[in-house]
């Protein structure tokens, strides 16, 4: 009688030129759109798109529209450009590569907004 186990694997993300002997990067680090704004240039270049956060900068040299549209939106949220041109299936091949975290969604505080309306409900009293 044979015993089968079943196990769960978790992916580990090595850094290119690695070994396994190495401390693999945490993909479920967090960062805030402040410590994002510090990758924004060739040579350290991170963007986060829908919330995920990605190192393209080993991946800025393949990138077929060249290094220039990377830098472009390095240290940014590029969700919306990315969005215009590739589909999720660039992002199914290669986020497991470049992925490093998460984006810290950041609540906004309401800013008080008088307009037309608001001018129109004060002349009426």
Not at 18 to 27: E, R, S, Y
Not at 57 to 68: A, D, I, N, V
Not at 76 to 87: L, N, P, Q, V, W
């Amino acid at each position: 009688m044979t015993d089968e186990t079943t196990a769960t694997v978790t992916p580990v993300v090595q850094p290119e030129g690695t070994d396994a002997q190495t401390t693999p990067i945490n993909v479920d680090e967090i960062y805030t759109k402040d410590e994002l704004v510090l990758h924004n240039r060739d040579g350290d270049l991170w963007i986060a798109i829908d919330g995920v956060v990605y190192d393209l900068t080993k991946f800025s040299g393949e990138h077929p529209g060249g290094t220039k549209i990377l830098v472009g939106v390095a240290g940014t949220d590029a969700s919306k450009k990315f969005r215009k041109y590739h589909g999720d299936n660039i992002l199914q091949r290669y986020a497991q590569d470049y992925r490093i975290g998460t984006l810290k969604v950041e609540a906004q505080a309401r800013k008080s907004k008088v307009g037309l309306f608001s001018r129109l409900k004060r002349e009426k009293k």
